[in-house]
């Protein structure tokens, strides 16, 4: 437990009493989704999260204080912001000084929930390396700082309009382990498979839970490269999948017209993500909403197994 950070009450009494608690990002609620889905899926994730036996931790920055578990007040106001900044774990300190609002990504949510004692992490899609990175070196830094944060992130994978081959490389180079959810394959997010073989899979939250205890246990060690974070990579179902032929049409209209356009940086990601949601006729916010709760589920079934674990 920290006493520098401001933990949500019942966060705290969970962390205390040994109990299980699923961290939540805020950037895909502020920037990911519109409103009011956003807020009807934080209203949906907290409660299959409880629904399992965990509790809920969203992380945000509000007036400038990073805070992990935001009540109900705080969570209305993210989910209404419009140009809330969107902060990286080097963003933080700038954030609090402004005593501004910001959205939490991957990077961020992961460094705070980690430094409080919290175990597993729920999200979307893993910011990654994208596609031209050998020129831009546009690569998100929730890989490097997941390389030294000791929790486990249910993720599905990260998006197709990343280069996704080229993101689980720099997850093994960095050092950040990576395993299949009852899968041999690394998701694209919105396709089950995303073209890359896993080395590891995991059948059960409690293999799961026994995977992080070892690691906890080298970190104590001072065994370095095995003390970070684990990806748990957990598919949709073959029959939630975004259709590949719609999704395949999509990723290539959407890169050409980027270019036609002269899209380029930070800009792309969101204008694809617009343009799939177009051309899918809202088939991709779907499947998006569906990803997120599966991860919320599973995050929680390995939290509650890890708190179970014999001490
Ligand atoms: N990928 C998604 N949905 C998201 C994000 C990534 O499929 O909402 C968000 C996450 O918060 C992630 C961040 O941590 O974007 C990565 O942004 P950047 O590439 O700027 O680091
Ligand atoms: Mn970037």
Known sequence: ???????????????????????????????????????????????????????????????????????DASMARLVRSHGMAKLSARDLPLAMARGSDGATTVASTAALSAAVGIKTFATGGLGGVHRGARETYDESADLATLSNTPLTVVCAGVKSLLDISATVERLETLNVAVAGYRTDRFPGFYRRDGGVALDWTFDTPESVARAMRARDRLRAAGVSGAGGALVLANPLPVEAELDEVMHDAALASGLEAATAQGISGKAVTPFLLAHFHRVTGGESLRVNLAIVRRNARLAAEVAVAHARLPK
Do not use: C, K, W, Y
């Open 1 to 71: 437990m920290n006493g520098q950070l401001r933990i949500g009450e019942e966060v705290r009494d969970a962390l205390a009493s040994g109990g299980a608690v699923v961290a939540l990002e805020s950037t895909l609620l502020a920037h990911g989704l519109p409103f009011p889905e956003n807020e009807e899926l934080a209203r949906e994730l907290n409660a299959i999260i409880r629904g399992v036996g965990a509790v809920p931790a969203t992380v945000a920055v509000v007036a400038g204080e990073p805070i992990v578990g935001l009540d």
